[in-house]
């Protein structure tokens, strides 16, 4: 695969085209004007939302209920919640909000046919009605693996991984850390049991997705193949892993795009080989902080390479020399990289390779980048293009010094 075309980006698959077709544009807010307290009141005790389908959380509306003004905490469930849902509208538009719902549709009816224990707690999460009956028409399956659904460190993760982790400190995670090229990070992670296990409920559930005819949205807009873990009931195990075992490390060598604030993940299966995908063209991923990691099986080719990381203004420019990676994949080995990385992955070229990937997004530096321009801490052409302008200060500074020195020798 060659590199040298422009860099596309990697965007999850979206349900629906979130231009908001079909549904009647809502009228102008009702409530412009309301207004919420700025400190919660703690006294007061909020209603129970679970039984509504709203289109956040029923868990967001008890929590706002305490920040409803005082008049407003005695009248009806019904006002409250149309007080609240007219607030909330303010800060997700129309086609975003008939995307989200669109999307919980879809894992409802995934959910209640490919069915696990996680399956209430899910519901809950995803703001279902309890009521909501599961659908009878598609075949059921059940998970194969339980023990993949919350995360056991012991049986997931190698020795030498766990130690580093619960260690906690920067010279621990140096210690099992490789850094081919700078900015990419690689290191022992999986268990070959855990790739296993994990391989076989992917394949699992494609069997079901087979039997039921169901068309399942793929991790990708750059895919044909592959499975979102998060949507067959594997986010609240990802989130863990997010939170527990990669944040540290992201927290030491990507703090400067938000490392430390990672509070969302998307997490899926790519699949290759000559029946599936065969490569993946040069792109960024719709991600701060990306893993990687090889589950198996047995292959050849695949490489993934690297080509410096760029900002959104300069996802085009030239590769740098030393910027150049490419790097083979192993099972159960772990590439940690910024997702604005550029990079892609050659074919594969016998036998089947999948792959998990765990892309981690932090609001907070989502948010804080809208007002910056200089990304110079991290896009290697802002750094070389800064640097490029301190010489050319410097080299003028001396032109003057020369200049005036040759004046005063007159
Ligand atoms: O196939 C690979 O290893 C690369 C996958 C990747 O970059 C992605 O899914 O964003
Ligand atoms: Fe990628």
Known sequence: MSCDGSVGRREESQTGN????GVVASSRPLYASHRLRLNPNTDHKPENYDDLQLEFSPSVFSSLERYLPPSMLNVSRD???????????????EGERTRVQRHREYRQKIISNYQNRCGRMWRKSLSLPTHKKKSLSLPRRKP???ELYTIHPTTFFVPSFIKAISENTEESLRSIISEPSPGVYTFEMLQPRFCELLL???????KWVREAKFRIMRP????????????????????KLMDDFLRPISKVFFAEVGGSTLDSHHG???????????DLGFHVDDSEVTLNVCLGKQFSGGELFFRGIRCDKHVNTETQPEEILDYSHVPGQAVLHRGRHRHGAR???SGHRINLLLWCRSSVFRELKKYQKDFSSWCGECQREKKERQRQSVAASKLELFRREGESMI
Do not use: W
């Not at 899926?268 to 065969?278: A, C, L, M, Q």
């Open 268 to 278: 899926f299966v790519v699949e290759y080989g000559k029946d599936r995908d065969v």
């Open 144 to 146: 194969l693996h339980r």
């Open 347 to 349: 074919a594969t070229t």
């Open 79 to 93: 006002a409250k919640v149309q007080y609240m849902k007219e607030i909330l509208s303010r800060y997700l538009p």
């Open 18 to 21: 979130g231009n908001g077709n």
């Open 220 to 239: 990708n807009t750059m895919n044909k193949f592959g499975a979102v873990l998060d949507d067959f009931g594997l986010e609240t195990m990802l989130d």
């Open 200 to 206: 076989s409920e992917v394949e699992n559930f494609e």
